[in-house]
């Protein structure tokens, strides 16, 4: 029985561990996604500026130079954007996208495909400008909420197992008493 015991009690630290370490690593993911959402947006903006390539073929290449899901949400869009308009395939990918991003985060990234094809460059790369100065505020939160719930989540983590510990301690120690009154009790 107290095998058994031992058994749970790992399983729960095993699982408080993990638990902690998966709430952590979506904190983390979202101040990376932001990262490349900003890496993103230079490239789009230089190629915008000097190679006058039409947006699918530049959505295209981002998402060559991008390898997580950022990537995914400009291959998406480049590709839907053969068929419909580059506001709505932008807005499309990102609805369809799974990120790590808030609420906030989609939609400063949605409103990027309000001037998409609409205007000259010089509008496309002030509303990229923009739309970068949010991001930055953005990856500011980000890096502030990573910081405060990476550590609450671990120290979440270790209280856990520390209370857990010290509660299987008592309970075999109490026993152990129990044992040795019975014995001289007889």
């Known amino acids: 029985m107290l095998i058994l015991k031992f058994i749970i009690l790992g399983i729960i630290l095993f699982l408080s561990s993990y638990i902690g370490i998966i709430l952590s ?12 959402i900003k890496k ?35 291959l998406n869009a480049s590709n839907k954007m053969e068929n419909d308009t580059a506001q709505n395939s932008w807005r499309q990918a990102i609805e369809e996208a799974k990120t790590n991003m808030n609420k906030d985060d989609l939609e400063v990234i949605k409103d990027l495909g309000k001037l998409l094809g609409k205007t000259d460059i010089e509008g496309q790369i002030s509303q990229i400008e923009l739309t970068d100065k ?12 990573y910081l405060k719930n990476n550590k609450l989540y671990k120290t979440l983590r270790d209280c856990f197992r520390s209370c857990l510990s010290y509660c299987s301690y008592i309970k075999i120690k109490q026993r152990r008493l129990i044992w040795i009154l019975i014995y001289f009790l007889k």
């Open 25 to 36: 690593n979506k904190y983390k993911n979202r101040l990376i996604e932001l990262k490349e």
């Open 40 to 74: 993103a947006l230079n490239i789009f903006e230089t190629k915008i500026k000097y190679t006058y390539a039409p947006v699918p073929e530049i959505f295209k290449d981002i998402s060559d130079n991008l390898t997580n899901n950022v990537g995914e949400i400009f």
């Open 134 to 145: 949010f991001i930055d505020k953005n990856i500011e939160n980000a890096e502030k909420e």
